[in-house]
């Protein structure tokens, strides 16, 4: 037995899952990651969107009548608009810029199985998530995203699948979970 001298240290590993699906090693694009908090942030909110319209409507039904005419309110409700989604445009750019956050762009390896998924750096490095922590699933047009939350997700592009059965697999896995329909 070789002797262990300083900081040499051996780290027990949890054993692999042979039947897991592992991708290949990749990171989430800054750009992805705005767009996916962006239509994250619409689909929770598309009901405020009926302000606008409703003051809008209002406004117009006032000036047809000629009991208020009033023309600045359409120019108010547009640049808030465009002020609102500008806001979370810039909070979730801003998200990208940060030290804090530069762990959700670096490069991982999945290890996907019905237990949990595993994030890794490197073989001796990584995090584990349990599937109760995510909330929903969906299939993208390119890619499979699981939110754990609010504007937390984990992205995997069909590409990194190393197989077509690995797809297969994950889907039935999903499906299993009650994540995918």
């Known amino acids: 037995m070789a002797k262990m001298y300083g900081a040499q240290q051996r ?12 991708t290949k090693k990749f990171s989430l694009e800054k750009n992805k990651y705005i ?20 003051l809008i409507i209002g ?12 023309y600045w309110i359409y120019i108010f409700i547009v640049v ?13 750019t801003g998200i990208t810029q940060l030290a804090q956050y530069k762990q959700l762009f670096d490069k991982y390896r999945y290890e996907i199985d019905s237990r949990q998924i595993f994030m890794k750096i490197s073989d001796k490095e990584g995090g584990m998530i349990k599937w109760d922590m995510i909330t929903s ?3 993208d047009k390119d890619a499979y995203v699981f939110t754990m939350g609010k504007y937390q997700f984990i992205h995997l592009p069909f590409n990194v699948l190393t ?10 896995i999903l499906r299993d979970k009650g994540l995918l329909s």
């Open 59 to 70: 406004n117009v039904a006032l000036n047809l009548t000629a009991v208020y005419k009033n």
């Open 35 to 54: 767009g996916l908090c962006m239509r994250q942030l619409f689909s929770n909110q598309w009901k405020w969107s009926f302000l606008p319209l409703a």
């Open 137 to 139: 699933a969906y299939k």
């Open 11 to 22: 780290v027990q590993q949890a054993p692999s899952n042979p039947l897991a699906i592992k």
């Open 163 to 172: 197989s077509d059965n690995d797809r297969k697999l994950l889907d039935k």
């Open 80 to 92: 808030g608009v465009i002020g609102y989604v500008l806001f979370w445009l810039i909070q979730f």
